[in-house]
């Protein structure tokens, strides 16, 4: 039994379509990869996932998670799964917490709105939280403003949040791409033991192979909203189908990464 | 924080200032003679002369500014070269009705203003909030004084539930009276100004929407609304409130309007008589007084401003 | 300003705002105009034995006030102390907010400071206290009312044109005219005064419609314009005696004073608009080439 299954989902935003017949399917605990250039559909998909698309656009096809059809479904009703059930975080750290509230409010609003959390509770829990992702500090950390966290940290605060109520899937937009090089793989490796530890399943959202590939043993390709290729990473690397997928692959190469067969 | 407000402090002591200076030149400088008009057309240059020994005006002008801030600063706001009267001694009884007024007015502003504002934002696709956003419009483009009068002409003429103009004699001796004559009043005043206000909360709100971090917070679980009165709000008000400073300066104008309009006897018509009487020292009291609000308020408003933004708050 | 004039005026007219504010203004400067050569009465001229006539009697299309003067020709003549008003208040904002703000970047940062501070103190007088100060040594006049409302939306000009002059002067190029040698006043002239001229056009329409309420507020009081000229402000003031029996003739002059003033709002979002699409013309013009 599939916990997340994509079938045949189209995104339409004023006339003109950006997902086209996209169909996914992810196991409890498992890892995808969905890659793409920008624009080619991908945040779309994983924000269709978490009905969070602007009210113009048009969705069909079917969302299911843990057998429950997603689609149809209200902002209220959307709203009890979101930070519940799923949750995610976004590429953009600088500008993805509330800029007038402190860190520990934020990160133990997931608990307080779906546990129900006490604010005393609540507050203890905003420092094992802030704690469980290694920011320095943590009893600091939680009562700053985002203003005064550097981007790394920032993000770090954006995964705490999304793991606070222990989800069972996570969606990744990009989490690294706009952090400094020097802290990317810090994140990527948090993120990773992480999700193993807690058993979250993940979808990862990069542009980025030479990422994906230590990340996620499974991949799947978009191209202009359509689904071009799908399979194992290693395979999807080694010998790619699609030429679109063969140009990620070089561009990958083309920055200095190895093959994954000497990575692994 | 301490070191910003002290800064303001300073600033707002400055300004006060040179408002005051300002407002001193231009009522001495400019080619009109208070002694002139006290002696009246036919004074001989002598009697003239007589008069302006008597009001202190042959003596040196920094001497002139001298006493008159000096009488400001202990609470003497100028008395009335005409017949006496005193800008300080008629202030408590006028200021109860225009500070009523005023305070009345922007509460009922705020209480329509920001509901509409955020209605109109939030359904900015729909017909509804397409209509609050003209009416907001029109809203600012109606003169005061005309939106009083049509007022009267409802509420006065046609149906008669409240009087047309006003205040009561023994003023807030008769709560109920008092309370009755200012409605209309506090309508007419709250009305434009609250119509600038809903522009304002309507553009803020709109983008708040756009923000990352609203996204953010029903991402963890949050609908719409809740996301926008438990995050956005707050972020919406910080905009609205640093323009609610320069609103200051037309709520006062307003005042004064509305106050003729209704003819009720506070600050404004206060000025206006003082002014129609070309009672120099007076206006030069007054105005200073209604400039002085004006900046006072701004210092506040700019507090405030400081204090929901901890960006700002953290900065020097 | 390369872009013909022509191209803005129609992206103008295409626009709906800007078409409306374009008929609504276009009708007040044309009843200014027709009120020098005709008006069906004289506006003026009290006739005791007409007054109070109803709107279409009498050969008085929107009747007459308790003199028995013509109400129509009182709204034609009231156009022109508004327009008047109006642009010689427009013109003082314009010279005053664009020396205060060039005051502002251009000299030495302390007296530049000291000219922003002085801005500021000066935004905190309403137009209604200047033109009272003036009234007080003066007494009321179309020149009081003009000066009044021309430093006061004058200052908030200067506000707007002083950060987009800021702007200007910061960027890149601008810095590399200057660099290459390029004077303070031709780098002004060449650089700055083009640049700034869309943002500054679409403020002083607003400057004119906030002038056209102000005319209507200080006539009303007694400190604008004085009789025996028309003005839309005084008849309101005129008629609010006989309120009750005469509702009627309080409506018309204001809701002459709301067509102008939404004429000019209209206007002012009109040229914002059609500034908008011109410079976005611009930008993808130049990108492919750069």
Redesign the interface.
């Known amino acids: 039994m599939s916990l997340l299954k994509i079938t045949d989902l189209s995104v339409r935003i004023g006339g003109t379509a950006v997902v086209e017949g996209v169909s996914l399917d992810l196991a409890p605990g498992e890892r995808l990869a969905l890659i793409g250039e920008s624009g080619s559909g991908k945040s779309l998909t994983a924000l269709a996932v978490m009905g969070l698309l602007p009210d113009s656009a048009e969705v069909t096809g079917s969302i299911r998670l843990g057998g429950e059809e997603l689609l149809g479904l209200g902002d209220r009703e959307l709203s009890r799964l979101r930070g519940e059930r799923m949750a995610m975080v976004f590429q953009e750290p600088m500008s993805a917490l509330n800029p007038l509230m402190r860190i520990g409010k934020q990160l133990a609003e997931p608990l307080r709105l779906h546990r129900g959390l006490n604010r005393r509770r609540a507050a203890a829990a905003a420092v094992e939280l802030a704690a469980q992702v290694g920011l320095p500090d943590p009893e600091l950390v939680v009562r700053s403003w985002p203003h005064q966290l550097s981007g790394g940290q920032r993000q770090r605060v954006g995964l705490a949040m999304a793991l606070a109520t222990r989800p069972a899937l996570l969606i990744a937009d990009e989490p690294t791409t706009a952090l400094d090089v020097t802290v990317q793989a810090d994140m990527l490796k948090l993120l990773d033991d992480l999700v193993q530890q807690h058993g979250t399943a993940l979808l990862f959202i990069s542009h980025d192979l030479a990422v994906v590939a230590e990340l996620c043993p499974r991949a799947a390709v978009l191209k202009d909203g359509r689904l071009v290729e799908e399979g194992a990473t290693d395979t999807l690397v080694r010998s790619p189908r699609h030429s679109y997928t063969q140009r990620l692959v070089d561009a990958a190469r083309a920055t200095g990464w190895d093959t994954p067969e000497v990575a692994r | 924080m301490t070191l910003y407000v002290l800064r303001r402090a300073g600033?707002l002591v400055?300004?006060l200032f040179?408002?005051s200076v300002?407002?001193f030149l231009?009522?001495r400088l400019?080619p009109?003679d208070v002694a002139q008009t006290i002696g009246g057309i036919k004074a001989t240059p002598t009697q003239v002369a007589a008069v302006r020994h008597d009001l202190g005006l042959d003596r040196p002008l920094t001497a002139q500014y001298g006493s008159w801030i000096g009488g400001v600063v202990t609470g003497d706001f100028g008395r009335s070269v005409l017949d006496g009267t005193s800008v300080s001694g008629q202030l408590a009884e006028k200021f109860a009705v225009t500070g009523p007024l005023a305070v009345g007015a922007v509460l009922l502003a705020l209480g329509f203003a920001v509901p509409l504002g955020v209605l109109a934002a939030v359904r900015r696709?729909s017909r509804l909030g397409g209509a609050v956003n003209a009416l907001g419009?029109?809203g600012?483009?109606?003169?005061?004084?005309?939106v009083g009068?049509?007022l009267?002409?409802v509420f006065a003429?046609?149906v008669r539930w409240l009087p047309?103009q006003g205040f009561p004699v023994d003023g807030w001796d008769e709560p109920g009276r008092a309370l009755r004559s200012l409605v209309l009043p506090w309508l007419t005043l709250a009305l434009s100004e609250g119509a600038v206000l809903l522009r304002f909360v309507r553009s803020a709100v709109l983008d708040v929407l756009h923000?990352?971090?609203?996204?953010?917070?029903?991402?963890?679980?949050?609908?719409?609304t809740?996301a926008l009165l438990r995050?956005g709000l707050?972020?919406a008000a910080?905009p609205v409130v640093s323009v609610l400073g320069?609103q200051i300066?037309?709520l006062?104008?307003g005042a004064?309007?509305v106050e003729?309009?209704f003819v009720l006897p506070g600050v404004g018509q206060m000025?206006?008589t003082?002014?129609?009487n070309?009672?120099?020292d007076k206006?030069q009291g007054e105005?200073l007084l209604?400039?002085g609000a004006?900046?006072v308020i701004?210092f506040v408003v700019d507090l405030v401003h400081r204090l929901?933004?901890?960006?700002l708050r953290?900065a020097v | 300003m390369s872009v013909p004039s022509s191209r803005v005026l129609r992206a103008l007219l295409k626009s709906r705002s800007g078409f409306a504010g374009s008929v609504l203004v276009g009708v007040l400067v044309l009843s200014a105009l027709v009120s020098l050569v005709w008006t069906p009465y004289d506006p003026t001229l009290a006739r005791p034995q007409d007054s109070w006539l109803l709107p279409l009697s009498g050969g008085h299309v929107l009747g007459t006030d308790r003199l028995g003067r013509d109400e129509l020709s009182q709204l034609l003549t009231g156009a022109r102390s508004t327009l008047r008003t109006a642009l010689l208040a427009a013109a003082i904002a314009a010279v005053v907010g664009l020396a205060l703000a060039l005051a502002a970047v251009l000299v030495p940062r302390w007296i530049g400071a000291a000219v922003v501070q002085f801005t500021d103190v000066l935004i905190a007088f309403p137009v209604l206290l200047i033109a009272m100060i003036l009234t007080a040594v003066y007494g009321g006049s179309t020149w009081t009312a003009v000066t009044a409302i021309g430093v006061g939306a004058g200052v908030n000009v200067a506000r707007v044109a002083r950060a987009e002059a800021g702007r200007v002067l910061g960027t890149d190029y601008v810095l590399a005219a200057h660099a290459a040698g390029s004077g303070t006043w031709r780098t002004v002239r060449r650089h700055v005064l083009p640049n700034i001229a869309p943002t500054l056009i679409v403020q002083l329409s607003l400057v004119l419609s906030v002038a056209v309420l102000a005319e209507a507020a200080l006539s009303y009081l007694g400190f604008g314009t004085p009789p025996p000229a028309v003005s839309w402000g005084r008849m309101l003031h005129e008629q609010q005696s006989y309120i009750t029996a005469r509702p009627l003739l309080v409506i018309w002059p204001g809701l002459a004073v709301v067509c102008s003033v939404l004429g000019f709002n209209l206007l002012g979002d009109g040229l914002r608009e059609a500034a908008d699409a011109r410079l976005r013309v611009r930008e993808l013009q130049e990108v492919p080439g750069a």
């Open positions: 600033l400055v300004s040179a408002a300002l407002i231009v009522l400019l009109g696709d419009q029109l600012i483009a109606l003169p005061t004084l005309w009068l049509l009267v002409v003429v046609q047309a923000q990352d971090w609203l996204r953010t917070a029903r991402a963890k679980g949050h609908t719409r809740s995050h707050r972020n910080v320069l300066a037309a006062v104008a004064v309007v003729q309009v000025l206006i003082d002014v129609g070309r009672d120099l206006v105005i209604l400039t004006v900046l701004g929901i933004d901890p960006k953290s």
